[in-house]
Each structure stands twice: as structure tokens, then as C-alpha cells.
């Protein structure tokens, strides 16, 4: 039997539609890889090392030619472009920054470890900026027309602490809200999303959501974005959360006090 969905034909292997996803080798990018195999989508995955991705591996197998697996590492710019290069002419409905550093040290006040610190703008900040920049024509190129980050909620929580992943995720989330202005006029759909509390390496397995469930509800989320989601920042029921601090008074910036500018007390 033949199932269209957005003009795709899937279930025969033709003109099926692609998903470009990172971090594929566990947690929630394993759980993406299967939804996304499942649905019938062409699925390129991307980890850091294919040697110690077993799991991904016995899946590339299982699925024949519908799951292609390559190397790129997020602090490794030059792996980035170089995989851009292979994947050029190659239309990708829906590029889903999964990866991210989640093992950021949770350091206080006197002891902030700096180096971890770019490490985590490098990979959770800059890289989907990269992504972005490497497969854009391949995202504009395709029929979906969707970037698509896996953000924290606690990139927007106010409670003190975590502040190298934290901050790395709200940088996330201006990065996704700039994208989806600048690439609005491409047609071009960007946004992110909460996978909510999924039992991961990232949190010793504990957790509320299974990380393929995770996976089925921020699927469902991308499948059925539209311009009107461009820079929004997804719960998993597709509610929408603040993406960043919303300023409530436009006025502010470059705004003067009121009342008359006193000479005497600023001499
Ligand atoms: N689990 C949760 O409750 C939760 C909550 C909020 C947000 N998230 C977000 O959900 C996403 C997936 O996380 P997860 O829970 O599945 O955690 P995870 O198991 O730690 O997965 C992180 C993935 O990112 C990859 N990665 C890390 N650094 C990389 C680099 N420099 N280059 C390429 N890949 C790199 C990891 O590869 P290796 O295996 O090689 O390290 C792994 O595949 C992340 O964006 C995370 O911030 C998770």
C-alpha cells in the first residue's frame, strides 16, 4: 500500500522525505532515528564516533538503505563543512539538531569552569548556527522547509545554578529565534523545542519519558509546523514556552528618564 503524506509517496523508497539528524548513537537521537524509520522518512544520521555506535549500527542494518550513517563531531567545524560537501544537491525536509553537551559541570559562584564553559556555547550555541549555515540550500531545496533544535526548558527557568548548560541553551534559543527572522523570507520554518524530563545518559536514566516517546511527541510537533511556528520554543504537547526574556515595553531601549535633565546633579 502507498501512503501520501505532504505529497511525499511513502512505504516504496520514492522521493521519500529526508531527515538530517545529529547525535544519533542514543538517548533521544536513537529514539528520532527509530520514529523517523518508522514513518517511512529517509533518515541521514550523524554521531561523533561510529565505532561505539552499535545500536545505530544493527538499525542501519535492519533498514537497508533508508538509514545512512556518517561522522561529524560539533566542536569540529571542519567535519561539518566536510559532510555539507558530500550532502550537497541533497534536499533535507527537516535538519533536527538533536546533540548537544549535556555533561556541562555544575559549578557555583568561585569555581566556573571556563573551558567547559566554550565547550558548551561551541556545541550547543554555535554548532546549530553551522548547521544551519552548512545545509541551508538543502533545507530550501526540500518541500518541508524546516530546522528544528532540541532545546532545555531550563534554558528559560529562572532557579539559580547549571549555569554552563543553561546559559548554553537560552544562547540556543536567541540562535533559533534569530534564525527563523533571517531565514523567514526563504521560506524557511526554525524552531525549537523542550523534550521534556527523557530517561538519558544525559540524567543517569532517570526521567519521566521514554526517550522514543520523547522522540514521537517532538515529531508530531515537527510534522505539523507552519510559518506561524517559526521561532516559537515547543513543550511536547505543542504548547509554546517564553524562547527568550520578551522585553514588554519597546520604549525602553534608548528611552530617557522622565522629567528634565538636571545639569547641576550630573556635573
Ligand atoms: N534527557 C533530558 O531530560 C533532556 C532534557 C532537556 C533537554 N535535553 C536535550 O535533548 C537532547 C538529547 O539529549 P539526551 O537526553 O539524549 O542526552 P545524551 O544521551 O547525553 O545525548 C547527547 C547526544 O549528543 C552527542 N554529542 C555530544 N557532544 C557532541 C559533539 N561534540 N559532537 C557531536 N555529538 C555530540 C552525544 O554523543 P556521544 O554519545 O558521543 O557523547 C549524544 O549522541 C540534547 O540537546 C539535550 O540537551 C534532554
Redesign the pocket.
Known amino acids: 500500500m502507498t501512503l501520501y503524506w505532504f505529497g511525499y509517496e511513502q512505504g516504496n523508497g520514492v522521493d521519500m522525505p529526508t531527515v538530517l539528524l545529529?547525535?544519533?548513537?542514543?538517548?533521544?537521537?536513537?529514539?528520532f532515528a527509530e520514529v523517523y524509520l518508522h514513518a517511512g522518512w529517509q533518515v541521514l544520521a550523524?554521531?561523533?564516533?561510529l565505532d561505539?555506535?552499535e545500536e545505530l549500527r544493527a538499525l542501519a542494518t535492519a533498514n537497508d538503505q533508508q538509514l545512512e550513517l556518517f561522522s561529524?563531531?560539533?566542536?569540529?567545524f571542519a567535519s561539518i563543512e566536510a559532510l555539507g560537501k558530500q550532502l550537497r544537491g541533497r534536499p533535507i525536509d527537516v535538519l533536527l539538531?538533536?546533540?548537544?553537551?549535556?555533561?556541562c559541570p555544575k559549578t557555583g559562584v568561585g569555581d566556573t569552569d571556563y573551558e567547559a564553559w566554550s565547550?558548551a556555547f561551541?556545541?550547543?550555541s554555535m554548532?546549530p548556527m553551522k548547521l544551519a549555515e552548512t545545509f541551508l540550500d538543502n533545507v530550501a531545496a526540500s518541500q518541508r522547509k524546516i530546522m528544528y533544535?532540541?532545546?532545555?526548558?531550563?534554558g528559560a527557568k529562572p532557579p539559580a545554578g547549571i549555569i554552563i548548560?543553561r546559559s548554553s541553551?537560552s544562547a540556543l534559543n536567541q540562535v533559533v529565534m534569530q534564525l527563523s527572522l533571517m531565514l523567514a523570507d526563504q521560506g524557511i520554518i526554525v524552531a525549537c523545542g523542550?523534550?521534556?524530563?527523557?530517561?538519558?545518559?544525559?540524567?543517569g536514566y532517570k526521567?519521566v519519558?521514554e526517550?522514543r516517546e520523547?522522540a514521537g511527541y517532538l515529531k508530531d510537533i515537527i510534522d505539523n509546523l507552519t510559518p506561524a511556528g517559526s521561532g516559537k520554543f515547543f513543550d511536547p504537547d505543542g504548547s509554546t514556552l517564553p524562547i527568550v526574556t520578551q522585553q514588554t515595553n519597546p520604549a525602553a531601549f534608548g528611552a530617557k528618564p522622565v522629567g528634565a535633565w538636571d545639569e547641576e546633579k550630573h556635573q
Open positions: 545529529t547525535g544519533a548513537n542514543g538517548g533521544i537521537g536513537l529514539g550523524t554521531v561523533r564516533n561505539a555506535a561529524m563531531a560539533l566542536d569540529d539538531g538533536n546533540a548537544a553537551k549535556t555533561d565547550e561551541l556545541v550547543n554548532a533544535f532540541v532545546s532545555s526548558r531550563i548548560y541553551k523542550h523534550p521534556g524530563f527523557v530517561k538519558s545518559k544525559a540524567n526521567g519519558f526517550a520523547s
